[in-house]
């Protein structure tokens, strides 16, 4: 067989093929063997047919020699072969080959040089799966859900523990992982149900994104790493002699095809989203996405949004009667909800779920009791009275605090209370003497009612440390009364000691509350060396 090829190859002029024969139509590795792995009947060995037809018709490689469809067509079409079928061979071959080359639209030719693919698979069979693969897989994922997302997004485990907020989230598993069902799942389902080792408020809160088994995603990515070390080298002059003019200048189309084809299969692999739900075995609603594709016109987050909408589980908004006929029973005969409590069934899977409860319910709650529908109070005194009632009237949503002793009231539990809370005015009435009696001479003269003076106007402040124990009815006690002044202005002060490992991770759950409360921009969290 050596023998035959030498003496083919001396008769067509070029005894460099020998390289591109045994790469890619004639030897034991060769790419077409590999693609004839799968061919039988009337199309066994096709694509080696096809590439020693190439190889004939193309002379060789000669200058302006090239084998075209209809030449193949002709050389290999037989009864029982479709003339597609020795297209799609070709086609098929001219991708996997490093030397059989495409020109024009539809001709084929084999070359002693290499393309620039042989590069590619070259500099991909060195990548290095922990610093080249797997750390462009995660920013390349977080890139895509970051993109034009509504709601707050996290990485696992890279910032376990998650925190606890009352407002939906999205979490990122690392592509590394994948939904399997078995280890993963019961990981989802310990964070889900605990903040390391005290229980969560909110578990309804996460929404977990779970990429699907396999290697597409990685495939991807190493095709992507291969084209821009590729890209690198040319532009450094590495690998600019041997190659063909038009491979060089088409790397940056490859670039940019292998980038949107490794953010396609981020859309297409994170089809798993997994929510706690109580009434599901194992405790976790899982839903398929189905495979998804990179558009401008819609984002992963609003994609996810969607399908937890078309399933039910979301919701924009709530109304009266939503809340009304979920009324908790332990609550029913008080007719008190405490704000706190309602909150939290939005996202502890009680109730449907919302993007963002603090918003929704202060937008709601303050419709609801300007319609009679429900009463809002705070600070109870004992025996169904409050401190402060509202009930057919307008509030703002500053009195909506979902705090200790603020709560809300049904309807008749409302009007009832707020008959109760009225308060009593005295009217100063002026005694007459009685009829018929006379004033004595000795007695007081009357005097002149005297005119209101002015109204003074003073500025009441309250400063000093107050305990631990005593900082919840600080809020609930003393803010109330202030707001019967005008100008409120409260300003806060915290500061403790800890060590330097500890105070790291505070620092973090502090900026994460303060951007869950809507409070980054008013409060600042600084760290210095204790003295």
């Not at 018709?57 to 037989?78: I, Y």
């Not at 597609?84 to 086609?91: F, G, K, L, M, P």
Request: hydrophobic content about 35%; charged content about 30%.
């Amino acid at each position: 067989m050596s023998e035959f090829r030498s003496e083919v190859l001396k008769q067509l002029g070029e005894t460099r093929l020998s390289t591109a024969i045994e790469t890619d139509i004639a030897g034991e590795r060769s790419h077409a063997k590999v693609l004839d792995v799968d061919a039988k009947g009337s199309l066994r060995e096709i694509h080696r047919r096809v590439g020693t037809a190439i190889l004939f018709e193309s002379s060789g490689g000669q200058r302006d020699k090239v084998a075209h469809l209809p030449e193949l067509r002709f050389a290999l079409g037989k009864p029982d072969i479709e003339t597609t079928s020795i297209d799609t061979a070709a086609i098929a071959l001219e991708r996997k080959a490093f030397f059989l080359q495409k020109v024009g639209s539809d001709g084929f030719k084999v070359y002693h040089k290499a393309k620039i693919d042989k590069a590619v698979h070259d500099r991909r069979a060195s990548l290095d799966d922990e610093t080249d693969i797997k750390p462009v897989m995660r920013n390349l994922a977080e890139e895509e859900f970051r993109r034009g997302a509504s709601l707050p997004l996290v990485r696992f485990p890279e910032d376990e523990p998650i925190q606890d907020s009352p407002r939906l989230t999205l979490v990122l598993v690392d592509p590394v992982l994948e939904w399997n069902g078995g280890d993963l799942r019961q990981r989802i389902v310990e964070v889900t149900k605990n903040r390391g080792k005290s229980s969560r408020l909110y578990p309804g809160s996460l929404v977990w994104c779970v990429r699907k088994t396999g290697r597409d995603l990685k495939d991807k990515i190493e095709l992507l790493q291969a084209w821009r070390r590729v890209q690198r080298d040319v532009i450094d002059g590495v690998l600019g002699p041997d190659f063909e003019k038009a491979d060089r200048q088409e790397i940056a189309v490859k670039v940019n095809e292998a980038e949107e084809a490794a953010r396609d299969e981020v859309w297409a692999g994170y089809r798993w989203v997994i929510l706690d739900n109580a009434q599901e075995p194992g405790g976790l609603r899982v839903i398929d996405l189905g495979a998804g594709h990179a558009s401008g016109s819609e984002t992963l987050c609003s994609r996810i949004l969607s399908a937890l909408k078309a399933e039910g589980l979301l919701n924009d908004s709530v109304g009266a009667g939503y809340i009304d006929r979920n009324w908790p029973p332990a609550f029913k005969e008080s007719g008190a909800w405490p704000l706190a409590s309602l909150r939290q069934s939005f996202l502890n899977g009680a109730l449907t779920r919302l993007v963002d409860p603090d918003a929704v319910l202060r937008r709601k709650i303050v419709e609801f009791v300007q319609n009679g529908d429900f009463g809002l109070a705070s600070g109870p005194k004992g025996e169904g009275t409050y401190e402060r009632l509202w009930f057919q009237e307008p509030i703002t949503p500053d009195e909506v605090a979902f705090e200790p002793g603020v709560v809300l009231l049904k309807k008749h539990t409302a009007a009832l209370g707020k008959r109760s809370n009225a308060p009593t005015t005295l009217a100063a009435v002026e005694s007459e003497p009685p009829a018929g009696a006379t004033p004595t001479s000795g007695g007081p003269k009357s005097q002149p009612p005297k005119l209101p003076s002015a109204p003074q106007t003073v500025r009441l402040r309250v400063s000093g440390n107050v305990p631990p124990e005593q900082w919840n009815r600080l809020g609930t006690k003393i803010l109330p009364k202030l707001r019967l002044g005008r100008d409120l202005q409260i300003c806060v002060e915290f500061s403790i000691t800890a060590e330097s490992g500890v105070s790291q991770e505070i620092r973090s759950e502090l900026r994460q509350i303060l951007d869950d409360l809507s409070l980054t921009g008013a409060l600042r969290v600084e760290c210095s060396s204790a003295t």
